[in-house]
């Protein structure tokens, strides 16, 4: 695991290949924005290859693999297409994502209990071709006692409902579900998982997150492509480095 002194970032640029097509072609290039990102001090590149591909396409996980200086998370869903991609593009890590055909983004976490059957077996493909198996949960006991006993050595929690209670101001919700999202990260930790993090962060979200010391690695997509659009997306990848390395010096 990541010493607690310094907190991965990951660069997903999803969305970068969302503006590409939406005129066809190939600019925006998301590998070209990859290649800056790690540039500007990001840990690592991820990127979610849709069934629908509205965003990333094959040809761009076959390109940053063979591109980037830094590890390649390959978001994907547990489905038999998708484990033959990831088998034959061999990125450094894949983590498995619940995947619904209508909605905008990823909603809420994979229900690893319910579909125990089907993931252990994808996990065990993964595994065994040397590949780095993430689940992304919501920090659930019931979710990250299913992630230990399905094989995967990495969770990355769902951070979504806390950023969205954050936005809106509802401090309550917003407090509960940081207890929650500080109590699963634990014990994660204390069943030998590695623990990440992500979904709607941004520099202040991103800070707090940082602060719990369980956790080793943010994931972070939209809100840097957004950020992008006004002041760069090196500029963007340096102020949340910046804030996450504010927040991993509170950590306790």
């Not at 976490?109 to 077996?121: I, K, R, T």
């Not at 719990?212 to 492509?225: C, D, M």
Request: hydrophobic share 50%; net charge neutral; proline share 3%.
């Amino acid at each position: 695991m990541a010493s607690a002194a310094h907190i991965r970032l990951g660069v997903n640029v999803d969305h970068v290949a969302t503006v590409r097509n939406a005129r066809g072609g190939v600019h925006p290039d998301p590998v070209k924005a990859a290649m800056i990102a790690i540039a500007a001090g990001a840990d690592g590149i991820t990127a979610h290859l849709r069934e629908d591909r509205r965003h990333i396409r094959d040809d761009d996980m076959v390109r940053l693999k063979a591109q980037l200086t830094k590890p390649l998370n390959f978001e994907m869903a547990a489905t038999a297409e998708m484990l033959r991609i990831a088998l034959d593009v061999r990125p450094h890590a894949v983590c498995l994502v619940p995947e619904r055909r209508l909605e905008r983004t990823t909603e809420g976490g994979l229900d690893v209990a319910g579909l125990f059957g089907q993931l252990m077996p994808a996990v065990g493909e993964l595994k065994k071709a040397g590949i780095r198996v993430s689940l992304f949960i919501n920090a659930e006991p019931r979710q990250i006692e299913a992630a230990v006993k399905v094989g995967a050595p990495v969770i990355e929690i769902h951070t979504g409902a806390w950023c969205e209670a954050v936005t809106e101001r509802r401090t309550a919700i917003a407090a509960a579900e940081l207890q929650r999202i500080k109590e699963g990260a634990l014990l994660a930790h204390e069943l030998g998982l590695e623990v990440h993090a992500g979904h709607g962060l941004d520099y202040v979200t991103a800070e707090h997150m940082a602060g719990i010391r369980q956790i080793v690695e943010l994931n972070i997509g939209h809100f840097l492509i957004g950020e992008a659009m006004s002041i760069g997306l090196a500029e963007a990848v340096k102020a949340m480095r910046a804030a996450m390395n504010r927040g991993r010096a509170t950590a306790a």
